[in-house]
């Protein structure tokens, strides 16, 4: 399976800004998913995006699917110290690249 | 629900010998099972798939005569790492899948840290 790259690769921000981390595909993916790990923990999952186009929220997080499904996008608002972690993508089952927030208090 | 879980959660282990991890699926039956491994500040790499019943797949490049994966029940999936080595000192992760049409959802298991000396 192809990986999907993600970027950035780290991303360092003050509590309250916001955060978005990309995941980009060279083919069209089914679906995506995406899971958070947090520091020594294992891969926990937020949400899967299955339409073109497809956007979906959860309280401060925005998932978006790419209108060619090739592309899909994780938006954090307002940071918190919780939200620290790596961010990952999957599709069919292989990870993406990943990036890791840090958030500064 | 949905609870996957590892043992051991951590094992140190001498060079040369084999360590055997076990992944189980608490309260669903899993038909697939995944083994990954995730070396330190690195994404999760996918070792190979399991279905209840049938040999595992492994992807390209691992050894699956060093790391034999048994899928036995719906419930349990084995890792062997055989003649153990420094370099497979890692971060070892089993998912679990429900049965077909229910979710393609992976549920993660704690991990297993394994340390070769």
């Given at each position: 399976g192809q990986q999907v790259m993600q970027i950035p690769q780290y991303q360092h921000v003050q509590e309250g800004e916001d955060f978005t981390t990309y995941c980009n595909s060279s083919t069209t993916l089914s679906n995506i998913q995406w899971y958070k790990q947090r520091p020594g923990g294992h891969p926990v999952f937020l949400i899967q995006l299955v339409k073109s186009g497809e956007v979906k929220k959860q309280k401060r997080l925005t998932f978006q699917f790419g209108e060619a499904k090739k592309n899909s996008s994780l938006h954090i608002t307002?940071?918190?110290?919780?939200?620290v972690g790596t961010y990952f993508c999957i599709n069919q089952f292989y990870f993406g690249t990943g990036t890791s927030l840090t958030v500064i208090p | 629900g949905a609870v996957v879980s590892q043992h051991p959660s951590w094992v140190i282990c001498k060079s040369g010998t084999s360590v055997k991890i076990e992944c189980r699926s608490l309260d669903f039956q899993a038909t697939t099972m995944f083994w990954y491994r995730q070396f330190p500040k690195q994404s999760l790499m996918l070792m190979a798939t399991s279905n209840e019943g049938s040999k595992a797949t492994y992807e390209q490049g691992v050894e699956k005569d060093k790391f034999l994966i048994n899928h036995a029940s719906l419930t349990l999936s084995t890792l062997t790492v055989t003649s153990a080595h420094p370099e497979d000192s890692s971060f070892y992760i089993c998912s679990a899948r429900g049965p077909s049409g229910w979710t393609d959802t992976q549920y993660f298991g704690p991990g297993t840290r394994l340390t070769v000396l």
């Open positions: 307002a940071t918190q110290t919780t939200d | -």
